[in-house]
């Protein structure tokens, strides 16, 4: 479902995948994020925020959503995950540069939360089930509950997606999903 060849979503990936690979951790940094640049505002991006509930209404997911001022007639569009920690490292210069190409949609979905990773729920919503189809514990981190990648979906494509290409004319062709560590497993599983 999820296509794309953009020069400037390369850029972004890529910038993104060397800024999170330098901050690589045993545990990731959960300290509380500052404002970012939805908060502080662009010239080059005008953003706003949704929320959608889980399908078991265990967890809030905030979406940003930013669409570039110069917009095509049709946009290329990169859905990210961990958008906490994904909207802390945007910034006025990146937005500058992604806007001097064909600027993608940005589109960030993370958690009702301030700290750039909610790590629980992300083990949930980006696993699949086990064999039996069920939601269980993580094998590696019992206290935590996997396999929920299927209901996680269903909220993006049938939701979160739907109300994106409700905001901008999105190509269809030209849409990618882009996640790290679980994020990026993921990826894999879509």
Same mark, same amino acid.
């Given at each position: 479902? *999820?296509?794309?060849?953009?020069? #400037?979503?390369?850029?972004?990936?890529?910038?993104?995948?060397?800024?999170?690979?330098?901050? +690589?951790?045993?545990?990731?940094?959960?300290?509380?994020?500052?404002?970012?640049?939805?908060?502080?505002?662009?010239?080059? $991006?005008?953003?706003?925020?949704?929320?959608?509930?889980?399908?078991?209404?265990?967890?809030? $997911?905030?979406?940003?959503?930013?669409?570039?001022?110069?917009?095509?007639?049709?946009?290329?569009?990169? *859905?990210?995950?961990?958008?906490? #920690?994904?909207?802390?490292?945007? #910034? &006025?210069?990146?937005?500058?540069?992604?806007?001097?190409? &064909?600027?993608?949609?940005?589109?960030?979905?993370? $958690?009702?939360?301030?700290?750039?990773? $909610?790590?629980?729920?992300?083990?949930?919503?980006?696993?699949?089930?086990? &064999?039996?189809?069920?939601?269980?514990?993580?094998?590696?981190?019992?206290?935590?509950? #996997?396999?929920?990648?299927?209901?996680?979906? &269903?909220?993006?494509?049938?939701?979160?997606?739907?109300? +994106?290409?409700?905001?901008?004319?999105?190509?269809?062709?030209?849409?990618?999903?882009?996640?790290?560590?679980?994020?990026?497993?993921?990826?894999?599983?879509?």
């Amino acid at each position: 479902m *999820f296509h794309f060849s953009c020069k #400037s979503a390369l850029l972004l990936v890529c910038g993104f995948s060397l800024m999170m690979h330098a901050q +690589v951790q045993a545990k990731p940094n959960l300290t509380p994020l500052k404002a970012n640049i939805a908060e502080q505002g662009s010239a080059y $991006y005008q953003f706003q925020v949704k929320y959608f509930q889980s399908a078991d209404q265990q967890r809030r $997911y905030k979406v940003w959503l930013g669409l570039p001022r110069q917009a095509a007639a049709v946009s290329p569009a990169l *859905f990210m995950l961990d958008g906490n #920690s994904a909207m802390s490292y945007l #910034s &006025e210069d990146l937005l500058r540069q992604l806007a001097t190409h &064909e600027a993608p949609v940005l589109v960030a979905i993370g $958690y009702d939360t301030n700290l750039p990773f $909610y790590t629980a729920a992300r083990a949930l919503d980006y696993t699949p089930a086990d &064999e039996t189809g069920k939601i269980t514990a993580d094998p590696r981190q019992p206290e935590r509950l #996997s396999g929920g990648s299927a209901h996680f979906r &269903e909220v993006l494509f049938n939701q979160i997606q739907p109300w +994106v290409a409700g905001q901008a004319k999105l190509d269809p062709q030209r849409q990618a999903l882009w996640g790290h560590s679980y994020g990026g497993y993921l990826y894999w599983i879509v």
